[in-house]
């Protein structure tokens, strides 16, 4: 029997995995034998309990049978089976309607001498007791609330919490009792008791700071209810906005010196989240963090290493104090603790230690999960951006990361770091190619594979020798999976089109995959081929080195529109909107291990979806551009509006997002009234039909740009929001048949340059600007007085002319004196325009500015715009 029972915990098997709910509820008669089996009874109820939280759902009549049945139960005392039948109640309550059959029971057991009942028992009464039969059981529920038992006490405050979310104005007839439990010696009574009060106030500003005050004056027991209480406090200081001067602000920095270890880390935890908060105000807390580091429990030592892993990604300052005993963390047996003390480390390390971290990290790594390595990788992306001289020893250290096991998060976060660096860091460049050279000579991920082979086309011509690099490009060719030969057939196809010395060599090496065995391999092999052959830059610049600028899902659709829709005109590539560029990502909390969320279509497309379906829009065309919201009312306002700029081939629409915060009004056939200037025309308004309170609403005006000056592309437009206005009831909603015009003054919109341009990337900036050719080029000097700085004329250029910043020509070294800014964008109409700026920095910062354009009118317009 012993062996048996060994192997069975062995096996692991669910003993209640194949119930059946039928034959459960037939086993449920045994509740009506005489006399009860209490453990045989004990037994069904577990498995009623185990089908209800698997999902099984039983119907309103299995329900109330076995709620009649359960009533026989109660005429035996067996405090097992009495508690599984209060369990059971408590999870079939929203299951029948008729509930109420058991309340005499429950109330009985709840005033009876077995205060091993009672608790229980109390819990159970509250979960089958609605609104209509609270007031029933109201005199109780006091009595349970001031009790001596503890237990019993402490069952009726929790209930009363729930019970408050149905039946708050009941409850709140039990504050009294509430605070009078504040006042018991038991630990658990009080911290109910303080939470129950906390929520019948915590709508009243005036009350909740009342109580606070109280309690920070009287002093609290209960370790648990200090916690409750600093949180309370710390919620308080934020919606005051008040600083450290406050009375709050002292009782929690006091309670840095209670003598429980949770209270002292819940006050660090509250000061720490703090917004705004100064290093000053940080340092008592940091400094009691510092000392949880040498706690023997793990669980304080991980709470303190955690927290201040939070504060070093704002004030890494304030932890360099504790690097000493971070660094004594770094071996410590638990390794989710090890892992924080490294990332925290890296944070607020000098630049001098980075070595030491380094190789301590080294002999670390192999100890943790790969969960853990990735955290690290990404602290050491951090630190590389943080000191840029340290990039050939950090990249020396991923080298040998790369080359350790691991999975594939861990080993995609080293080359995506490795990458950065490569970007960020002209001189390590080679070096870091070398190390993905060899790194996907055994990679057996496809995914980075492919990832690596395309950053070697695109970096790998530009380096001093370019060569070196097609051995281990066409070595993938020849071993590796068809996604990686053809990512390789187009990493050799770059670097034909870019070294004319190795073109002979790269078309022979073609001319080989060209009779691959899978179609995609073989098609780009055929194509690149007979592209290079042509010898024409031209063609090597839009087809090989640049690509595609459109978005592909728009290409799609259009081509779809364009199958279904024939016409004797030719499908023109210019109709198709652009592919957006996102903005520059901050760095992101290397902690979190949220997963990025996926976008299924960009902010332009459904833009552009909505605007189609309004018939007065549907006439102009593709949608060219749409701009971010500009506030044009204050948020306290009564009415508050935001405009979006729509910019198609000849016109702009202009999107007004309007909000009613009134909410004795409603407003009717809303409309923004723009006065037109410099050429510009008002041809269409939309108005929005209601505005409701709190309710947004959408109205449009569409203008027509200048035919006479194309030039003019830039004005301001006075808006003035019309309307009518029916008073309301706020409180039945109910509206009044008249109403009133009215009308609201808001800012002007300003159309600018960059609501004409759209961004486009080109990753090879000088076969773009061969390709456009001189045609259209026009050049000029500009004097940017205003201006003090490289990195401020940078940034000022870029916004002000819409256009992208290419091959990292926005990052500027330091202590540079003259820069060279690469611009890249497509006119409105899809005509291409780059951009040469040649910076010089002497009492101010001189521009020489070249322009080369596929139109002369957008040539003109870019040039015109900085003057």
Sequence with gaps: MRRDKKDEEASGNNPFASIDRAAVLQEARVFHQTPINPRRCCDILTKIIYLINQGEHFTTNEATDTFFAMTKLFQNSDVVMRRMCYLTIKEMATMTENAFIVTQSLTKDMNGREDIFRAAAVRALCTITDVSTLQGIERYMKQAIVDKVNSVSSAALVSALHLARKAPDVVKRWVNEAQEACSSDNVMVQYHALGLLYYLRKNDRLGTSKMVTKFMKGGLKSPFAYCMLIRIASKLLEEDDAGHDSPLFDFIESCLRNKHEIVIYEAASAIVNMPNCTARELAPAVSVLQLFLSSPKASFRYAGVRTLNKVAMKHPSAVTACNLDL????????????????????????????????????????????????????AISALCQKYPRKHAVMMNYLSSMLRDEGGFEYKKSIVEC??????????????????????????????????????????????????????????????????????????????????????????????????????????RATFFHHVLEQKQKSLNSAYILNGLTVSIPALERCLYQYTREPSEEPFNMKSVPLKTIAPERKPENIISSKPKEKTAASRQEIYAEQLSRIKEFAVLGSLFKSSQPVELTESETEYVVSCVKHTFGKHIVFQFDCTNTLNDQVLESVTVQMEPSDGFEVIAYVPCPSLAYNVPGVTYTCVAMPDEDPTEVTTALSCVMKFTIKDCDPNTGETDEEGYDDEYLLEDVEVIVADHVQKVLKPNFGASWDEVGDENELEDTYALSTMNTLEEAVQNIIKHLGMQACERSDKIQEGKSSHTLYLAGVYRGGHEVLGRAKLILKDGVTMQLTVRSTDSTAAEVITSAVA
């Design 327 to 378: 660094e004594n963390l770094i071996t410590d047996v638990n390794r989710s603790i090890a892992t924080l003390a490294i990332t925290t480390l890296l944070k607020t390390g000098s630049e001098s230690s980075v070595d030491r971290l380094m190789k301590q990290i080294t002999s670390f790594m192999s100890e943790i999960s790969d969960e853990f390595k990735v955290v690290v990788v990404q």
């Design 418 to 523: 490795i990458i950065a660096i490569i970007e960020e860091s002209p001189d390590s460049k080679e070096s870091g190619l070398e190390h993905l050279c060899e790194f996907i000579e055994d990679c057996e991920h496809t995914v980075l594979a492919t990832k690596i082979i395309s950053l070697l086309g695109r970096e790998g011509p530009k380096t001093a020798n370019p060569s070196k690099y097609i051995r281990f490009i066409y070595n993938r060719v020849i071993l590796e999976n068809e996604a990686v030969r053809a990512a390789a057939v187009a990493a050799l196809a770059k670097f034909g089109a870019h070294c004319d010395d190795l073109l002979p060599s790269i078309l022979t090496l073609l001319s080989r995959s060209m009779l691959d065995e899978d179609d995609e391999v073989r098609d």
